[in-house]
């Protein structure tokens, strides 16, 4: 059973560009959230996607956006990038119809704006 | 408003020791609960969850953690660590269903000495 992946490992951004991550849920899940961790902090959720509809979403501006494909893989997109958006972004995918059910994590993607 | 507290930004523990990380919430209704463990530059491994019934949960790795809802409290312990437990441990909970009302502590993290 493949877990969840997420690509790039590493991105290196500069402010007021456009990033684009990505992630593969697990087998059989249906959900994927995602979340933002800073250095040194717990992650934050940003929103949920289920059966490619937005489920839920925390306290993130509209230029953080996302998709979810028919196969439930997401994207993550964050528009007119800021230096405070450096973090590791991590998603996690559930088999439940959104909720806070066990959630499985990837091993995230480290964004660096500069 | 929903919060987590970890109040140990660090914790240094003798190999074969015993150990015990806190962790308070505060919601007015019974939380989920949960407790994940982070490795340097990995996502988040679910340890266990309390979402009802028995107070004492088990988890993986020989970890347990006990809800107290008079002390709104739901500390990890392990009788006897080892040094492969060095890692930031995150409690988490979540309001209800919803995956937006899922809110993380800060970590704690532990290290091991031999």
């Known amino acids: 059973e493949t877990g969840v992946t997420q690509s790039p490992t590493h991105l290196i951004k500069t402010r007021g560009q456009q990033v684009t991550l990505r992630c593969s849920s697990q087998?059989?899940?249906?959900?994927v959230s995602w979340y933002q961790q800073a250095l040194g902090q717990g992650p934050q959720f940003i929103f949920q996607y289920y059966r490619e509809e937005e489920n839920g979403r925390g306290n993130f501006p509209p230029r953080f956006s996302g998709l979810q494909f028919p196969n439930y893989s997401s994207e993550l997109n964050v528009n007119a990038l800021e230096l405070d958006d450096s973090a590791l972004y991590l998603c996690a995918s559930s088999p439940e119809s959104g909720g806070v059910y066990e959630q499985y994590f990837g091993p995230g993607t480290r964004l660096t704006v500069t | 408003a929903q919060s987590v507290t970890q109040p140990d930004i660090h914790i240094t523990v003798s190999e074969g020791a015993s150990l015990e990380l806190r962790c308070n919430y505060s919601?007015?209704?019974?939380?989920?609960l949960f407790w994940y463990v982070q490795s340097p530059g990995q996502g988040l491994q679910l340890l266990l969850k309390y979402f009802s019934g028995d107070t004492l949960v088990q988890g993986i790795k020989g970890f347990e953690a006990e809800f107290k809802r008079s002390q709104s409290s739901f500390n990890l312990r392990k009788p006897s660590v080892h040094w492969s437990d060095a890692a930031e441990y995150f409690c988490a909970v979540g309001a209800d269903s919803s995956a937006s009302k899922i809110i993380f502590g800060s970590g704690t993290r532990l290290s091991i000495r031999p």
């Open positions: 919601y007015g209704a019974t939380p989920y």
């Open positions: 087998s059989g899940h249906n959900t």
